[in-house]
């Protein structure tokens, strides 16, 4: 089992190089991640963009052009559109968000002519985080922090799916999930607790394969054995939960720039539910989670 965000570029590079369509690299922190993806054998890449831009961008930043293919579209919705269709066309494993805004690049994901969602009726995109939190014993995989505002009982079944799919990706072939609530008590007032008491229970009954599913579970529960201990909560995810899944994205969202703030922690991050994981990293992150977002992304592919 992977315990180190490092395991996984050694992972990801054992695979084999995957194909990278990057939308709208016109950008430092684009182009400077895809070339270190690159410079450690993880991808190769295409960026689409203004060739002009891009060109100049590589020599300030030092950076050989040639090392890319480049395709040319100065629009930057264009070119996520272009992006999309290269990826169509059987050009690229992993989609990445360059320049153009979050809703541009998953608005041409999820074009229902020209997209990149597989067509099923309860398709859905969600934001998985792999973070290592200095303070924890392990990776800490996160759902949803980013995507999905507010889940239904589906919707967190599918958030449930690919914790799983991202866990096992990893080497972990049983995760232990903890279903979080703001108390680990069956609270029916609470929908965060009866969505999590019914997940529990599905999971004690074999409805959910390949993972330990307990909850609700309040988020000390879930982490730390001595509050699982002192609030007498049994069980194997209790004090040791590889996958936290959230009951809405404020609290996701809070925990995790909570742990990026305060406790430093280094994170891969991914956008999956369509064809190909789309990595979208922020200026904000270090080189590192960049390079590790990648390395996360082509271990997930298809």
């Known amino acids: 089992m992977i315990t180190k965000l490092d395991d996984i570029l050694e992972l990801a590079k054992s695979k084999g190089k995957k194909r990278l369509v990057a939308a709208y690299a016109n950008d430092a922190h684009t182009i400077e991640a895809v070339s270190n993806a690159i410079d450690n054998g993880l991808v190769d890449a295409i960026l689409v963009g203004d060739i002009e831009t891009m060109k100049k961008v590589c020599a300030e930043l030092g950076i050989n052009p040639d090392k890319f293919e480049m395709v040319q579209e100065a629009n930057d919705t264009k070119a996520g559109t272009k992006a999309v269709e290269l990826i169509n066309e059987g050009k690229g494993d992993i989609l990445m968000k360059g320049l153009l805004s979050t809703d541009k690049i998953l608005r041409a ?18 934001h ?13 995989i996160c759902s949803d922090v980013a995507v999905i505002p507010l889940p239904d009982f589906k919707q967190k079944q599918g958030i449930m799916n690919y914790l799983i799919s991202t866990a096992k990706s990893l080497e972990n072939k049983q ?17 965060a607790c009866v969505d999590a008491a019914l997940m529990s229970k599905m999971s004690d009954r074999g409805q959910i394969g390949g993972a330990i599913v307990d909850g609700p579970m309040a988020l000390d529960v879930a982490i730390d054995a001595e509050s699982a201990k002192t609030k007498k909560v049994g069980g194997d995810v209790a004090g040791d939960a590889d996958c936290l899944l959230f009951p809405n994205i404020e609290s996701g969202n809070i925990f995790y720039k ?3 703030k305060f406790a430093k922690a280094e994170l891969a991050c991914m956008i999956v539910g369509a064809k190909t994981p789309v990595v979208i990293t922020s200026r904000g992150d270090s080189a590192k989670s960049k390079l590790y977002s990648i390395a996360l992304a082509a271990l997930n592919t298809k």
């Open 175 to 191: 995760p232990k999930i903890a279903v979080l609530a703001a108390t680990e008590q069956v609270s029916v007032g609470m929908q």
């Open 109 to 126: 994901v999820l074009n229902k002519e020209k997209g990149i969602m597989p067509g099923k009726k309860n398709d859905m995109l969600t």
């Open 258 to 260: 909570a742990c990026t």
């Open 128 to 140: 998985i985080a792999v973070m290592q939190v200095p303070a924890y014993h392990k990776l800490l």
